[in-house]
């Protein structure tokens, strides 16, 4: 298409409708690659042709408005080409302004962030512009902070737009933040306290970092909103957005950088300057040779037995009780706390006069000294209470799971140790020593993760891996050898008290409430325990009982616990020896399979979704397994 | 092959408290018995008799507050005690007397000894934690005049000063102070003028003890981490880290060099005292009699040689005596 240069009137419009059309009807690459290079050169320094395709984007029909706009925006190399190209089309285009304000950004969230920064900054360059721009940030922080929002969007589209108000953020001028610093302020706070009450620790950490980032940009003198999470490459690639390096941009380089380094580091930084300030340079003066050695007819004593002070641990389990429980030299606390694992394992008589007693010690004790790995060695020694008796310190545990006063952490600590026994229970014993595998890494954020959920899923995966038909096998592992499993005799003492009080809420403690993020680890434990209990007696009374319980909750609104019903299917179905499952349990499978496939359709959450499909196939295999069985 | 360590050659027990400080007193001759005492947790100091190593006598004079350091002024006739009842006394016990003659009331709370010097027939200068915190003040004895309040300037931060050392280089010349203070520096003050002339940081902790050799013009301390720190004195009064030393334990509570300068010994935390060679700190000797903190140790003052003893008192309310190295 070319035009004819030099004082011409042409009419433009023909053009803008053969591009709408073309557009409208998919061909946005073929057409626009073409296009925008050329116009790109042309406009570059030719205002008569800004002009013409000011006036070839301004022509386009509303109907087909919206490809135009999203082709231009997708295509173009940077915000300043954007805004060469379209000028002030927003402005004086009521849907053009729609598109990009609305539907670009809250609307559709399957854009890239270059997308994302060509339309922000494209707002950003213009002063006739920039008032959307604002608008724009009010409207996404608004979407941001409000609490159904973060409940039921999908994670994508929360990160798409904790990206956009980011980028928006970048732009912004000191002016423009004075006058909306209340705003920024009150739809901060408001967004933070939902972010957090997530379940999920990714939606926590997008509004931290994004907390982080509004915080730092309207306190830029004073104390700054600092949270500790995880450094992976999202949370480096959020806050790189939210420094600009525009060519043509105003926009100063914002001091965010160096701030956003030290906010890094989630461990302290012992300062290097520090240990400078101590011991002066120690000058080592050769002693001189020539001063006669007199001390040489002093002859040292034999001191091989000087060595590092060290306090002995108790040797019995029942003096370890007494140090654990009076005594006040800390010293011999540290040594019993290290040294109790090993001394329950070892012996299991003593272990067993006196296991509920020494659970309900470990479940109170508190780190009185700083011993490294505290939170770790108490719930090893509470595992290896729990596999040494397990009947009454099961019974003793779960009871206390559903007692008043306790904090949530102890109530989760019940759980993790109930999931760590029962996996050693069930492991072989000559499968080496047992894994105390970094699956419950015991955190000391905010809200610790749930790590157990993906290593177990590792575990389903593999599972159901196993299950599918495969035309060529690898040889195949050397045959461990078999014990009995030790998990089977109590399998049911660890499940079916969990399972008991779900519904009945205490004074300090909801499941059903607020506490919704313990109702998801207990889930996620019920789940696991299922797993572990295949081939033993109890499993398909656990699995009635666990099919009940799923069906009760199979609505709840956090996403965390749902994924955590879906875990509860899932090994539900890979434990319960098919021809249970058909014989008690068909109708119940039946509304199962039919809440699965509304799962998979409509659950916003991508996990949710994935986990349902998979409890499908699970389904389908064990249809076509029971097949020739039937027929 | 090194001989294993030798074990006490006594061990005094009676003090049933915690013992504190140590003091010696067998530079008399015949028939004067050879004395120790020593300062307890009760608030007795306790006269042994190192002939029947019993106790001769216990004076009660600082209401059973702990008794932190005792001293003899000039013979083992008068006594000089310091406790935790903010007093420091001075006894007499000649022919049997047990009196106290004088007190000086400090107004600190502190644990840090005093120090005594003679300066002249009869005079002695005192220096001792005033009542600020920081503060160190010099007394004159017996006359309690003062003679100088040694304040660090503002913003130091040197904490409370945890040891005191007067000494000068030979009779009749300018006396100084070395004071070790919480921050883990050691300070040489100029009474005169009262004011600081060196000032060296040792430690990272708190320095617990040191001592000097003011014929070397080298010093120890030793604080609550696993380092001693040796430093020098140069012409120009500057103080100078001359080495340190790592031990195994970390805590050292009292440090005392004999006073023929060949031998040091190091009260520890871990129930331990070493003993090193002063000219190169190499290490000799490792004691481990105590069940508990040894908090002082000292060195006697016999006249003979090879009758010299070493005395360490410990939180385990023992006091041992050993002969080691007094060959040389």
Known sequence: VCFIPGGLDCSISFVSHVLGKACVHGRQKEILGVLVPRLMDLTKSDCIWQRICWRLVECVPDRWMEAVVLGFVQRTPGADVLSRLLGNLVVKNKKAQFVVTQKLLLLQYCHTTAVLQNLLGYLALDGLRRPLLTKVLQELLETWGSSSAVKHSPPEQQLYISKAILICLSHLKEPEIESCRQELLTSMMEGVKCHLDSSLPQIRRLGMIVAESISSKINTDGPVLKFQYEEDDEARELKSLLVQTPPFCVVPSLPDDDRNEKADAALPLVLESDKSHTAAPVTPVEESDAELDSDDDLIPYDMSEDKELKTKAPVYIRDCIEVLTGSEDVDKWEATVKALESLVRKNPAATREVSVELAKILLHLEEKTCIEGFVELRQRAQVAVLTTDPIPVAKYLTSQFYSLNYSLRQRMDILDVLVLAARELSYPKSHGKTKHSGAQKPCIQLLPGSDSSKDWRRIVDERIKSKTRRFATGPSQGELASSPNEFSSVAGHFFFPLIQHFDRPLTTFDLLGEDHFVLGRLVHTLAVLMYLAVNTVAVTAMGKALLEFVWALRFHTDSYVRQGLLSCISSLLLSVPAQHLLEDMTEELLETQSWLGDVVEKDPDGDCRKLALQNLLLMENLKKKLEPVLS | ?328
């Open chain 2, 1 to 328: 092959m090194a001989l294993p360590p030798p074990d006490p050659q006594f061990v005094l027990r009676g003090t049933s408290a915690a013992v504190h400080t140590l003091h010696f007193s067998c530079g008399g001759q015949e028939p004067d018995v050879p004395i120790l005492f020593s300062g307890s947790e009760n608030g007795f100091i306790h006269v042994w008799n190192l002939k029947t190593h019993r106790v001769d006598v216990a004076l009660d004079g600082h209401g059973r507050k702990s008794v932190y350091c005792v001293q003899t002024m000039g013979g083992k006739d008068r006594l000089l005690s310091q406790g935790r009842d903010q007093r420091i006394c001075t006894w007499d016990l000649a022919e049997g007397r047990t009196s106290v003659t004088d007190s000086v009331f400090t107004e600190n709370v502190g644990f840090c000894r005093c120090s005594l010097l003679k300066v002249a027939q009869g005079r002695w200068l005192m220096a001792m934690a005033a009542k600020a915190t920081d503060e160190v003040q010099v007394l004159e004895l017996p006359s309690k005049t003062s003679v100088c309040t040694l304040k660090p300037e503002v913003g130091a931060k040197l904490g409370m000063p945890m040891c005191l050392k007067l000494w000068q280089l030979s009779c009749g010349s300018q006396p100084l102070l070395l004071a070790g203070y919480e921050d883990g520096s050691v300070v040489l003050w100029n009474l005169s003028m009262g004011k600081a002339l060196s000032q060296l940081v040792c430690h990272q902790e708190p320095v617990m003890s040191f001592d000097f050799d003011s014929e070397k013009a080298k010093g120890i301390s030793g604080s609550s981490e696993k380092v001693l720190s040796i430093w020098s004195l140069d012409e120009q009064q500057n103080l100078q880290v001359y080495k340190t030393h790592k031990l195994v334990n970390a805590g050292i509570s009292d440090i005392t060099i004999r006073p023929d300068k060949k031998i040091l010994a190091t009260a520890g935390w871990d129930h331990r005292l070493r003993i090193f060679g002063w000219k190169k700190l190499k290490p000799l000797a490792v004691l481990d009699y105590h069940t508990a903190t040894v908090h002082c140790v000292s060195f006697s003052d016999h006249k003979n040689p090879s009758e010299r003893l070493l005395a360490a008192g410990s939180k385990d309310h023992r006091i041992s005596i050993w002969s080691i190295y007094s060959q040389t």
